[in-house]
């Protein structure tokens, strides 16, 4: 059974608004957009790449930094939204799927 | 004003159970998320690296690489609503404000 | 004045004529090589992605780790060399030339 | 047999120097180099996400890109080499033994 766990409908339409009236979907095929997601992630590594964990769990402490990681975050839903409408996949869909999986694959820890 | 445009509150909820049944918060920095983004990003990649971008169009058709792409999409979902949770960061805020200076940044083509 | 600080002229002629004798030459376009260093680059980044730094220093401990890590290093410098290659980039020069402005851009601790 | 295919020594050594008069090398764990190493990979794949793989072929016409190019190669070649240093591995032994196996792995066209 599907469960609703995910729900980038909205976001699905304003960006294929956004694409339409700039003339960009000739650019978005799949290939290209995978492309750009690598880019906008490596953009989130590069704020954490010399920073040790214990400092990677307080960048939000720095209104700077703060403010460049939900921009980067944004950037990878964005990207991963416009993708997944390329391949027509629904994104909650093939979460409940990979779900189910990983939890035959990795058991709980009885003790937890 | 910010639209509801992501709702990632479910999938939020049961990836936060899953990581404690299974003893994993530990690893779970946001320095090691984003490298963990990283490799989920760069299998969707690999699916598209040697095709040209027409055939990128078309990898849905082949059964198993529609699984394998439907798979890293969920992956790099996952990993990224685990990265904003660790950075304690709403994505549909971050998503608003940033496609609200994106439209100043791109204007639509008048044309279009 | 260009030192010689890296030659790998004859692994350039030696992935030449691999290429060549499997007909690949057609895939590899700047393009699909810099995808297909993105995906080794990330095989690399899998390795660590869990470990602490502390950790990440001593994965040669472990004789079948050591063993991914030389494989995908040699990855990464294959693909390199043929993106060069693609691109006619002496990557002598180009290194050369990084150096020379990182020396500028990043000044010696002078007390170090 | 190993051949001398790659020859990265003098490099290798500027670097080491160029480290240590700047007090970087508490900075130089593997983890953080292969961090590293993703984001200058990720600003080569920039240059050629929208581009077709035509265009991507001729990227070098335009003197600014061709420079950006030259930029970036460099960079993954200088993190590529302070990761092997770091990981005490000898890139021209890996590339041998990488590329013998591949030629098994991969045979040759006999028709070219």
Same mark, same amino acid.
């Given at each position: 059974? $599907? =469960?609703?766990? #995910?729900? #980038? @409908? +909205?976001?699905?339409?304003?960006? *294929?608004?956004? %694409? ?7 650019? *978005?095929?799949? @290939?290209?957009?995978?492309?750009a997601?690598t880019g906008e #992630?490596?953009?989130?590594? =590069?704020?954490?790449?010399?920073? $040790?964990? =214990?400092? %990677?769990? %307080?960048?939000? &402490?720095?209104?700077? $930094?703060?403010? !460049? /990681? ?10 991963? /939204? =416009?993708? !997944?409408?390329?391949?027509? /996949?629904?994104?909650?869909? +093939? /979460? ?8 035959? &694959?990795?058991? +709980?820890?009885?003790? +937890?």
């Amino acid at each position: 059974m $599907t =469960e609703q766990l #995910v729900d #980038v @409908k +909205a976001l699905d339409a304003v960006l *294929h608004r956004f %694409s339409r009236v700039r003339r960009w979907e000739q650019y *978005h095929s799949p @290939k290209n957009l995978a492309m750009a997601l690598t880019g906008e #992630v490596s953009e989130l590594v =590069e704020i954490f790449q010399w920073l $040790t964990e =214990e400092q %990677s769990r %307080s960048v939000a &402490k720095d209104p700077q $930094t703060a403010q !460049a /990681v939900r921009d980067e975050l944004a950037d990878v839903l964005i990207y991963l /939204v =416009e993708l !997944a409408a390329a391949l027509d /996949v629904d994104l909650n869909e +093939a /979460v409940n799927a990979k779900l189910a999986r990983n939890a035959l &694959k990795y058991p +709980a820890d009885p003790a +937890a």
